[in-house]
Protein backbone atom coordinates (compact mmCIF):
# COMPACT_ATOMS: atom_id res chain seq x y z
CA UNK A 1 0.00 0.00 0.00
CA UNK A 2 2.55 2.57 -0.83
CA UNK A 3 1.39 4.49 -3.40
CA UNK A 4 -0.03 7.87 -2.67
CA UNK A 5 -3.45 7.42 -3.98
CA UNK A 6 -4.12 4.54 -1.99
CA UNK A 7 -2.89 5.99 1.00
CA UNK A 8 -5.23 8.94 0.85
CA UNK A 9 -8.34 6.50 0.23
CA UNK A 10 -7.80 4.77 3.52
CA UNK A 11 -6.86 7.83 5.24
CA UNK A 12 -10.20 9.03 4.08
CA UNK A 13 -11.79 5.94 4.92
CA UNK A 14 -10.66 5.47 8.77
CA UNK A 15 -11.57 9.24 9.32
CA UNK A 16 -15.17 8.54 7.76
CA UNK A 17 -15.81 5.86 9.77
CA UNK A 18 -14.73 7.85 13.28
CA UNK A 19 -17.63 11.22 12.27
CA UNK A 20 -20.89 11.90 12.68
CA UNK A 21 -21.53 14.68 10.98
CA UNK A 22 -23.03 13.32 7.18
CA UNK A 23 -22.61 16.49 5.46
CA UNK A 24 -18.55 16.49 6.65
CA UNK A 25 -18.25 13.18 5.37
CA UNK A 26 -20.12 13.75 1.85
CA UNK A 27 -17.57 16.56 1.11
CA UNK A 28 -14.24 14.93 2.64
CA UNK A 29 -11.86 15.22 -0.46
CA UNK A 30 -7.46 15.31 -0.30
CA UNK A 31 -7.87 19.24 0.70
CA UNK A 32 -10.35 18.96 3.35
CA UNK A 33 -8.66 21.06 6.67
CA UNK A 34 -9.02 18.58 8.99
CA UNK A 35 -9.51 21.36 11.50
CA UNK A 36 -12.47 21.76 9.35
CA UNK A 37 -14.21 17.94 10.52
CA UNK A 38 -14.91 18.76 14.27
CA UNK A 39 -12.08 16.46 15.51
CA UNK A 40 -11.54 16.53 19.16
CA UNK A 41 -8.39 15.69 20.82
CA UNK A 42 -9.72 11.72 21.56
CA UNK A 43 -11.09 11.53 18.32
CA UNK A 44 -7.86 12.03 16.89
CA UNK A 45 -5.86 10.08 19.15
CA UNK A 46 -8.32 7.21 17.74
CA UNK A 47 -7.82 7.72 14.45
CA UNK A 48 -4.31 7.75 14.92
CA UNK A 49 -4.23 4.74 16.47
CA UNK A 50 -5.88 3.30 13.82
CA UNK A 51 -4.02 4.75 10.83
CA UNK A 52 -0.83 3.09 12.75
CA UNK A 53 -2.31 0.03 13.24
CA UNK A 54 -3.56 0.26 9.09
CA UNK A 55 -0.09 1.00 7.70
CA UNK A 56 2.01 -0.71 10.77
CA UNK A 57 4.26 2.26 11.08
CA UNK A 58 4.59 4.50 14.58
CA UNK A 59 4.48 8.13 13.66
CA UNK A 60 7.05 10.26 15.59
CA UNK A 61 5.40 13.06 18.04
CA UNK A 62 7.13 15.52 16.30
CA UNK A 63 5.45 14.73 12.92
CA UNK A 64 2.31 15.14 14.36
CA UNK A 65 1.52 18.86 13.69
CA UNK A 66 -0.65 21.09 11.94
CA UNK A 67 2.72 22.00 9.25
CA UNK A 68 2.68 18.00 8.52
CA UNK A 69 -0.91 17.08 8.44
CA UNK A 70 -2.83 20.10 7.76
CA UNK A 71 -5.22 18.37 4.96
CA UNK A 72 -5.78 14.79 4.19
CA UNK A 73 -3.32 15.06 1.39
CA UNK A 74 -0.43 16.28 3.49
CA UNK A 75 -1.18 13.54 6.18
CA UNK A 76 -0.89 10.86 3.85
CA UNK A 77 2.42 12.37 2.25
CA UNK A 78 3.76 12.15 6.29
CA UNK A 79 2.48 8.69 6.37
CA UNK A 80 3.87 7.77 2.68
CA UNK A 81 7.22 8.60 4.22
CA UNK A 82 7.07 6.24 7.05
CA UNK A 83 5.67 3.03 4.80
Known sequence: MGNLQSIEN?????IKSRLKNQEKINNINSET????????????LSILVEIEEAFDIEINDEDLNMDRIRTIHSFAELIGSYV
Not at 10 to 14: A, M, R, S, Y
Open 10 to 14: KVKEI
Open 33 to 44: PLLSLGIDSILA
